[in-house]
């Protein structure tokens, strides 16, 4: 423990009331390592959402052609070091294509981070329904879901995911939403949620499990209330922070499946920017223009790293025994 | 015994579920299943063979009932007409496009992936655990400290780019290593390891990262528990102590996600042989997924559900041999 204990010596000093949400508040605002990973996630967050303000800035697009960038004589890499680093293209232009690499890797965060959010929503909204009915019900209902749980974690889940994305395209299209990213975002959505939502589930009907019988909910039992209430004003609001760890670690994990899939070819579909995307479309440059593949990697890894760093914290801040 | 047996019962539960809402995703819910299974390149002869022989006129229970008698005891498509086409059991169904059943195509690919896997995961169980256990031996020392950071960084880190970045530098600059690729290992087996190397050290260079985490924090755990202290008070060596009683009682959870871990890999390293294009499983489905080849997308999906399924059983087993507290109810 650093910085000196302050034992006031007068008997006056109040003695505070500190409520659970507060100490986990204070110890959190103590780690250094959650100051950091939330400034890495902050600024990747903000850099997202300010990613139209760089394209007024820069007087240009991410999918703006620009071939007078490109060494026609070289199979149209990019002229110049590194990529074609300048004053213009910060971090260079795109093989062939001479697009903005900045412009794209900042559209390109706000694409994985909006799909990855909603993906957590939806499968954290899902996870908690499901392992509150479970938890608290038990018995056949309890056995009923453990087990579509279990049939669930049995799929395997990258390569099911990638089968299953031109299927429900598909309906949804028939079904009047017009073509291209705009049936594949929630198709993508939709497939992460699906196979996310069961890590949430157990977490919570464990947790439901331990308080059920607790005096609290046999007293609010014993004057009658409804189940609901039972669920929803007794149990729930005590399960807020395991929900917010798992919610903090599982992001992410979403974020990295969003890649991936982009990058099997079953995600965001051109000419938006995607940081899948634009590792796949590095792939044949990789060895001629390495900086384009390490880009939207350095990217990629730094995000993660901050909310894996950010998710340990906050896991540490609210229960304390786990920390090692 | 009737452990063994209620849990084999529950995973063939668990497989024909799987199953049948795989059969149900791929052959009904599509608008057109016969569409889906003729492809990109799709000629009308391949479409009017295709609507005849799948027998998507028939009633959707008989046609799943078709395809899992199909597994059992294979199956013969297109009965009574001049185009026959047999497909031995276990018949997981017909690749219209490669004109060959897909257990056949399933066979092929399988050698490639089983050596990614076996190898991969001797490389990171080797160097996972004993990154662990140095870290756990020495812990808050320079060498815990730079494991964990390693671990930490390697955990964040993902196939597709480390992958490319590996073979830059192995493959493309430094050239010491041989270009990823497949050959059987009994035809040339050091041509075989030449080429499995940056795959094994890609996988297992992140996954180690997961198991070091995993081994140091179970055996700090242990090392906590009164019976280590018990140990070390009876002047047991501390050799024993650390091996014996310590790594034995940590290495009960490593075994489970082991398991989990391998059984996944089996049925497809999909983003590694999609990276190091490497003629595996995985590959074989993404290939399938880009050209549209449906029957061949269902079968990838079941077998590796099969290893899946397969893996959550031989982990409980295991796992009432390795920790006596666990009774086989």
Redesign the interface.
Known sequence: MSGKTEVSPSSEKKIEGRSPSRLAWERLKRDKTAWVSFGIVAIFILMAIASPLFQWIMHTGPDTFHPNTLDEMRGALPLGKFGGVSGQHWFGVEPRTGRDIFLRFVFGARTSLLIALAATVVATVVGVLIGLVSGFFGGKVDQFLSRIL??VM???S???A??????LE??LE?SGVPKGNASRIPVMIIVMATFGWPYIARIVRGQVISLREREFVEAARALGASRAHLVFKQILPNLWAPILVTVALNI?SFI?TE??LT????GVIEPASDW?AM??Q??PF??VD?LY??I??IG??LL??GF??FGDSVRDALDPKSA? | MRYLVRRLVGGGI??T??SA??FG??YI???DPAR?ACGKSCTPELMAKIRHTLEIDQPIVVQYERFVKGIFVGRDYLKGTTAQIHCPAPCLGYSYQTDEPVTFLIRDRLPATLSIAFGASILWLLVGLSSGIISALRRGTWIDKTAQAVA??G????I??VG??L??IFV?KLQIMRSPGYVSPLQDPKEWFLEMLLPWITLAFLLSAIYARLTR?GM??IMSEDYIRTARAKGLKKSTINFKHVLRAAITPIVTVFGLDLG?LL??A??TE??FNIPGL?RL??D???N?DLPV??G??MF??FF??TA?IVVDLLYSRLDPKVRMR
């Open positions: 279990e049939i049995a799929f395997p990258i390569l099911f990638l089968a299953i994305t031109p299927v598909g309906i028939s992410p990295t890649a991936a990058f099997l070819g079953a899948g590792l796949l590095s792939v990789y060895s390495p593949t390490f939207p990697g990629l890894f993660v790293l894996n760093l090692r | 668990v497989l579920i799987v809402v795989v995703i791929f819910l599509p608008a889906l930490l960084g955990a964040s880190l993902q597709y780019f490319l970045v073979q830059l493309d924090a700090l755990e996944q049925g497809g999909v983003i999609y990276v995985g489905a993404t399938a997924v880009s549209v997308i269902v990838t999906v590796a559900a899946i399924v959550n």
